[in-house]
């Protein structure tokens, strides 16, 4: 007699999600109720305006805040 250890059951797929209604943010994710909370989250969380990473030590603009951020990381990394 031969025993073979249980598997178990695969677990089940997750249920399908209903797309209907939703406005999804396309920059995180976010699922809003309507197409104005959705415009008004990704002004409030995704904010981006050109031309706003200046360095505050030497007025240095930056088109990405990663890259202000890397800057500030080698040029400015003895401050307090
Ligand atoms: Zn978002
Ligand atoms: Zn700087």
New binding site residues.
Partial sequence: MTRRPSLGLPPPPPPPTTMGGSHR?D????QLSTKLTLKR??EQ??LQPLNNAVCSLCHKVFRTLNSLNNHRSIYHRRQK
């Fill in positions: 943010c920059v995180c994710g976010k989250h990704k969380q995704h």
